[in-house]
């Protein structure tokens, strides 16, 4: 077994005209983020998204990948025009862009040699040396080219390859999280929320975020850290805070 | 009246915790990005998700205040520890952080004088010589420095405020767009797709997104550009593919 190292972070780079123009709403990020803490222990430190344009996607492949442990890219990998992600990573890794036999087989497998048009060879081709990211759902696998894990756009068929990604990345930490409901207002709260912050400034993170339920305004109070007693302490003071303050909590 | 220049974009920074880690989904992207595009005809060419950290926060204000004609920020505008958008921007431009005496007024009569403790005077103190974005439903203005717009992260005030961005805003050419939805795969239609888009590459931009209905696979073929007649051209020449591939047109 590796040795869990402490920290392990990732950005994710929304490859897409789509969600750049607001046509489509976002539901990757979330997913992602949220399946890289719970399953992997790593941390998404940062989110870029950015047209299909290939002098962006370079330019950000080579910062991100340079600056985080992982990066996962979504988008682009389909068989039409606009689909730029591979030969762009072929790009900003100055790798060659080619066929990949096994994605070449296991597509030609799938629609059938009668069928394997070229817009669906394209989705064969791949910076060399990729590692395949299988997908049970409609067979065009996804790529891992050094630290970049692409993956497609469409929200299902990305959801159903990720576990695929897990064997090949290093497990950190999973940070974990708790969330208080009160019913308030932030600047009610403000002050002593500082305080306790400050005095477990330490490897945990508290947020604050409003909220309105059935009329009622509240504050979620979001406790992140990757102590559990950690966040078993702060949460004593939180309430030990409500109470003090006659703050009603919130019992979800 | 402003003569309308061609281009003007800019940049959306999501600065918070909570939509990073997942656990919030985001909904500002979308509407901002709409909203920009329909109202005021300025493209968003970029979207950055940042941690609620005062180096992050400095780096990208800088970075993309300078590529961008216009950069929106949301979050981090409220009363608690975690919100330090206003400071970091003060620092980002080398501004003094100091209290607004506008902003001071109205949050001052809108919590009276005994209510208006230290969270909620924080919220008076921005970057100087900020303009204020005026909030119908909270009171706590929004604020503009330099090319730099920041809003709240709460979806429903930065909704309820938008309006009030507009007259400081040059205007640029709206992007409108089509979308015909084709009962087909892309791979069917990648390589007709192609060259239409090399036909019509001069300011048309097709872009095409796998869908799924009713059981059946479809693709969107959406069709964006500032002259309406160029996309009225793409749509004949996409209607005419469809029809010698006898592909079904959904009517929506």
Redesign the interface.
């Known amino acids: 077994m590796k040795k869990k190292i402490k920290k392990v972070n990732a950005a994710i780079l929304?490859i897409g005209?789509?969600?750049?123009?607001?046509?489509?709403?976002?539901?990757n990020?979330?997913?992602?983020?949220?399946w890289l803490?719970t399953k992997c222990g790593i941390?998404?430190?940062?989110?870029?998204?950015?047209?299909?344009v290939e002098k962006?996607i370079i330019e950000n492949i080579k910062i991100l990948s340079k600056k985080f442990n992982y990066v996962f890219t979504t988008g682009g990998i389909?068989?039409?025009?606009?689909d730029i992600t591979a030969q762009s990573i072929s790009k900003a890794f100055k790798l060659k862009y080619e066929y990949h036999k096994e994605a070449y087989e296991i597509l030609e497998n799938y629609?059938g040699k009668k069928k394997f048009?070229?817009?669906?060879k394209?989705?064969a081709k791949m910076p060399k040396g990729s590692k395949l990211i299988y997908n049970p759902s409609s067979a065009a696998p996804g790529f891992i080219t050094k630290n970049v894990f692409s993956l497609p756009?469409?929200p299902?068929i990305l959801n159903s390859m990720i576990d695929n990604c897990k064997k090949y990345l290093v497990k950190g930490l999973r940070?974990h999280?708790k969330t208080i409901n009160l019913y308030t207002v932030?600047?009610?709260?403000?002050?002593k929320?500082?305080m306790i912050?400050?005095k477990f400034k330490r490897n945990v993170?508290?947020?604050?975020?409003?909220f309105?339920r059935l009329g009622k305004i509240g504050v979620a109070i979001?406790i992140?850290s990757i102590s559990i007693s950690k966040i078993r302490n702060v949460n004593k003071e939180l309430i030990r805070m409500a109470k003090s303050k006659k703050i009603e909590i919130l019992k979800i």
């Not at 990020?29 to 949220?34: C, T």
């Open positions: 929304i005209n789509e969600i750049l123009s607001g046509r489509t709403q976002d539901k990020i979330a997913f992602i983020s949220n803490n941390t998404v430190n940062e989110v870029r998204i950015i047209p299909d962006n389909g068989p039409t025009h606009d629609y048009n070229d817009g669906r394209k989705m756009g469409v299902s940070v999280s932030e600047s009610n709260i403000s002050k929320l500082g912050q400050k993170d508290i947020g604050s975020y409003p309105f979001v992140r």
